[in-house]
């Protein structure tokens, strides 16, 4: 019978010989071929290699575990590594893919290795398992889709800062630029407004007029002026914002 | 000055003041009334001196800032110059009245008058409500305030106490000594006692509103000599306090998250691994404290990474107001460089 072959790939030291223990103890027969640090010798490694099986943790520098999976999956069981994620662990258990949980113990590690040597003994499960491994890549691809901006990226002479958006009063437009007003400073930007506006947080972010977004959680006072027009105000700073009769509306639920 | 700028609300308002004002008139002053000449004159005046007033206060409000007298001064006599222009024009062309100079003079000193007389009472009155609306505003903005940061207190404890204990460097650190146990020994149990530490210390720090900055520095060190352990030669760090004040007071998780931000998204996600510098000292009254990464920057990852730095920037901005502040910059060659300076 032609032996069974293995990697395992964390970036943590300790745990890659753990692992590596644990193995021996478990599955004596099972030659471990090389050990990796992070994504890319992981895939190196593999391609090289070639291993039956690959040990993958899924947070890993370089690229991640899910990352190596869906180039490997195909020709290499992939048996993912992680620590803490109650998102993952369910998408691995609802498509019956392999994982081990962190810390590693043997018992855990005894299961996993018979439900693989039986798959393993089973012919044809290539396309079933690699589409099940895709399937779980695309669930855990979906959860790393952007979130709302967080920190505006500005330049202050020739240094890049970046700017909490609670801490921004405003965004307002000016020719080319956009304004990000915070209580104590002014930067110029080059993202307009509009673009501002689909990755802003729009509970926190209201669009107010044509050429302005403010944050609300920074608004002092609204106020109407004698000629009926809305504006708002902010702490620390003395002009206000002009909100068009067109979002009004927005204050009027308030 | 375009006419859709002039609030429809407030020339209603003044053409029923100006009714008004033409029925006293009509019926109680003059001895030979003529009702619609009357109205018709009062409608006039009323609504020139009430556009051109707001027209003033428009410009006070938009280009002069200041001058609010002024321009509602200025406003009014326009409008009543305006007004008793109409009005004469109005007389003469439409009832027939002789048209000449004097004449004009004549309505002009009467609608003078009569403006002043009625005018700045109606402007009081305006400016009064405007007053009294925008209070009520204040004051329903600043209860819906107060909720609101009685709100994000609740939260933000909650959000400190799901933080602090991440799940993940939990499982991962315990992992790593389970796995030392089988390698050695006696860093498994180094690593133990640090991990207790950690716990201890943070878990109680939660609930204190203040410590003092070198038990902060502690802690920030038991945390990375559990990463030094975790990442090997990946990792390295130096801190360095040279405020020469070991009594000096600082809110707790403010500088452990920002190095826990430096691990996460600076340098574990890096193959080579890099350094973290940390450097307080206190200079003209101003302390300040340097946390320097050599990790892969906030390109990636810029909008987890900010979670973290929002709520750090408005937890100092709750406990020192202006006094404090949080400021991102990249540093060179590579990595974040977040620097807290504090008034004290």
């Known amino acids: 019978m032609k032996q069974v072959t293995a990697i395992i790939a964390d970036d943590e030291e300790n745990l890659r010989i753990g692992i590596k223990k644990h193995l021996e103890q478990l599955w004596p027969q099972l030659i471990v071929l090389g050990q990796a640090e992070n994504g890319i010798q992981a895939l190196d490694l593999i391609e090289k290699e070639k291993p039956d099986i690959a040990f993958i943790d899924i947070q890993m520098p370089g690229l991640t575990g899910v990352e190596v999976a869906q180039k490997v999956s195909a020709f290499c069981h992939v048996i993912f590594i992680t620590a803490y994620d109650q998102y993952a662990v369910q998408a691995f258990e609802s498509e019956a893919v392999d994982y081990i949980l962190k810390p590693v113990t043997k018992d855990r590690l005894q299961i996993t290795l018979l439900r693989l040597k039986k798959r393993l003994a089973a012919k044809g499960r290539t396309t079933d398992v690699d589409e099940k491994i895709q399937k779980v890549i695309q669930v855990l691809g979906n959860r790393q889709a952007p979130d709302y901006l967080r920190l505006v990226k500005v330049k202050t002479g020739s240094d890049l800062r970046f700017v909490p958006v609670s801490e921004v009063l405003y965004f307002k437009a000016e020719d080319k630029y956009t304004i990000v007003q915070t209580a104590i400073h002014e930067f110029l930007i080059k993202t307009p407004i509009k673009d501002l506006e689909t990755v802003l947080n729009p509970k926190q972010f209201w669009r107010v007029h044509r050429s302005a977004i403010v944050n609300i959680d920074k608004i002092q006072v609204i106020k109407r002026s004698f000629t009926n027009q809305m504006m708002v105000g902010f702490e620390r700073i003395d002009h206000s914002i002009l909100v068009s009769r067109s979002y009004e509306h927005l204050f009027k639920q308030m | ?344």
């Open chain 2, 1 to 344: 000055m375009k006419n859709s700028k002039i609030p429809t609300s407030s020339l209603a308002i003044t053409a029923v003041f100006n009714t008004a004002i033409a029925l006293v008139l009509n019926f109680m002053v003059l001895k030979e009334p003529q009702f619609w000449d009357v109205f018709i004159i009062s409608q006039l005046t009323g609504l020139s001196i009430c556009f051109f007033v707001c027209t003033g206060m428009f410009i006070s409000e938009e280009k002069l800032k200041k001058w609010m007298g002024g321009c509602i001064a200025a406003g009014m006599i326009i409008g009543i110059i305006v007004g008793g222009f109409l009005s004469w024009g109005y007389l003469s062309f439409f009832q027939g009245v002789s048209a000449g100079y004097y004449y004009y003079q004549q309505v002009f000193s009467n609608i003078a008058v009569f403006g002043v007389v009625f005018g700045i009472p109606i402007i009081y009155f305006f400016t009064a409500r405007e007053k009294l609306i925008e209070s009520e505003k204040r004051i329903q903005n600043e209860k819906i305030k107060r909720l609101s940061m009685e709100k994000e207190a609740a939260m933000t404890t909650l959000r400190l106490l799901q933080a602090q204990i991440e799940p993940h460097f939990l499982f991962n650190t315990l992992s790593n000594v389970i796995s030392l146990f089988d390698i050695d020994v006696a860093k498994a149990k180094q690593m133990l006692i640090d991990v207790n530490e950690f716990l201890r210390i943070s878990l109680t720090r939660t609930r204190q509103e203040m410590v003092t900055l070198s038990q902060e520095l502690d802690l920030v060190r038991q945390y990375l000599d559990i990463f030094k352990i975790r990442m090997g030669k990946r990792l390295a760090y130096k801190i360095k306090n040279k405020t020469g004040r070991p009594d000096l007071l600082f809110p707790p998780l403010i500088v452990q998250p920002l190095v826990e931000n430096a691990i996460k998204y600076g340098l574990e996600p890096k193959v080579e691994g890099g350094k973290i510098t940390i450097d307080c000292r206190i200079e003209e009254n101003v302390l300040s404290i340097e946390i320097c990464d050599t990790g892969n920057g906030l390109d990636e990852n810029a909008s987890q990474a900010g979670i973290g730095i929002n709520n750090i920037s408005q937890r100092l901005e709750s406990i020192y107001g202006t006094k404090a502040g949080l400021t991102l910059t990249q540093n060179y060659p590579s990595g974040i460089k977040a620097m807290i300076k504090v008034f004290l």
